[in-house]
């Protein structure tokens, strides 16, 4: 099993913890994760870019002039997508871009990006992470003890933390997210995936079934 080394919020390392084969030492599939990330960068499209046809813009009920005698090309509206003001030809319509992925392959991404992290060591455990009272400095203080200052930094919690997620939602490129926001995008965006020793145990309860 693979190890990682656990700290206290004072910066100190308090021991190793083994974390499970089967989330953080698997087989890296790109193809999954590129899938996930287009998938979920897609979904957060709005589809609302909207055009008329020559069918519903006004006007054009009437021939402009006749066909024949005017020496002038020969049309029947005004409307016409050749015409300033006519309808547009195979312009967007609102849509979505909804794709569908298979939770396995969902699973299967976020194992890979995972293993990938902390192959890479960019993974740290916290044995955990209280604050008595929202305060920005905290966080503050906690990344630069862990060496993370002026990265970008995903921390991963297993329950709502009010008063850690307001500490920390004024930090540039440091974001909260629980157990069960983890996604593809926000995994890979990042420098270093900060996770309690909490959060460990219940990726690994959910990754690895």
């Known amino acids: 099993m693979p190890q990682v080394a656990k700290y206290d919020t004072t910066g100190n390392q308090v021991g190793d913890i083994e ?3 089967r989330v953080f030492n698997q087989k890296i599939n790109e193809d999954a994760v590129h899938q996930v990330v287009n998938a979920q960068l897609a979904s957060i499209r709005q589809g609302t870019a909207s055009t008329k046809t020559r069918g519903e813009v006004n006007g054009g009920g009437r021939k402009p002039w006749r066909q024949k005698g005017t020496g002038r090309a020969r ?3 005004i409307r016409s997508p050749l015409w300033v003001g006519g309808g547009i030809i195979f312009g967007p319509k609102p849509r979505s871009y909804q794709q569908k992925i298979n939770k396995k392959v969902k699973k299967l991404a976020l194992r890979s990006i995972l293993t990938d992290k902390l192959n890479h060591e960019n993974i740290l455990v916290v044995d955990d992470i209280q ?3 929202p305060k920005t400095k905290q966080v503050v203080e906690l990344l ?3 060496k993370l200052e002026g990265k ?6 297993p329950e709502k933390d ?3 997620y307001l500490s920390a939602r ?3 490129g440091v974001k909260t997210l629980l157990v069960e926001a983890l996604n593809a995008y926000d995994l890979l965006n990042n420098d270093c995936i900060v996770m309690t020793e909490g959060a ?5 309860g959910v990754l690895a079934k």
């Open 19 to 21: 974390l499970d084969d």
């Open 75 to 77: 049309h029947g509206s």
């Open 131 to 133: 604050f008595e009272q």
């Open 144 to 146: 630069a003890r862990l």
């Open 152 to 157: 970008k930094v995903i921390i991963v919690i």
């Open 162 to 164: 009010a008063n850690l």
């Open 170 to 172: 004024n930090i540039p």
């Open 200 to 204: 460990v145990a219940k990726v690994e």
